[in-house]
């Protein structure tokens, strides 16, 4: 039996990401280590895990198809002030205020402070249904 899903279905989940995140108070934040929570993915004190070392304020996400579903691609972001030196090795979106919506890894970089970073376009992807 063939499967399918209107594309509002998949976009559900990525239209609430977008609304949170692509907002004023909205962030993209570059890590040293995994943030598995809001108060990790917004913190730059550097206990548990997920020191904050740079943060992209109201990022700009895009909904559209993919090859194989839905995605949605978080536009790249030049010259972020490095706040605390560290080693980059994650990515996360927040609302801003107290939900962690999205983090995948990153190429590690080491980043000092002062200087600047760069965060490629990257996407999260939705796939279409498939058969069992």
């Known amino acids: 039996m063939a499967r399918?899903?209107?594309?509002?279905?998949?976009?559900?989940g990525l239209d609430s990401?977008?609304?949170a995140v692509d907002a004023v108070a909205g962030t993209m934040v570059v890590?040293?280590?995994?943030?598995?929570?809001?108060?990790?993915?917004?913190?730059?004190?550097?206990?548990?895990?997920?020191?904050?070392l740079a943060t992209k304020t109201n990022p700009t996400l895009t909904?559209?198809?993919?090859?194989?579903?839905?995605?949605?691609?978080?536009?790249?972001?030049?010259g972020n002030t490095i706040d605390i030196s560290g080693d980059a090795d994650h990515v996360a979106l927040t609302d801003g205020s107290s939900k962690l919506w999205f983090v995948t890894t990153c190429t590690l970089q080491a980043l000092v402070a002062a200087g600047t970073v760069d965060?490629?376009?990257?996407?999260?992807?939705?796939?279409?249904?498939?058969a069992p």
């Not at 399918?4 to 559900?12: E, G, I, R």
């Open 31 to 52: 890590c040293e280590g995994e943030p598995t929570t809001y108060s990790h993915a917004s913190q730059n004190k550097g206990t548990g895990d997920g020191k904050v």
């Open 4 to 12: 399918s899903a209107h594309d509002d279905v998949l976009d559900d």
């Open 63 to 78: 909904i559209a198809d993919d090859a194989s579903g839905r995605k949605c691609t978080v536009t790249a972001a030049a």
């Open 17 to 19: 990401m977008k609304a």
């Open 119 to 130: 965060i490629p376009a990257w996407k999260v992807n939705v796939q279409d249904p498939t």
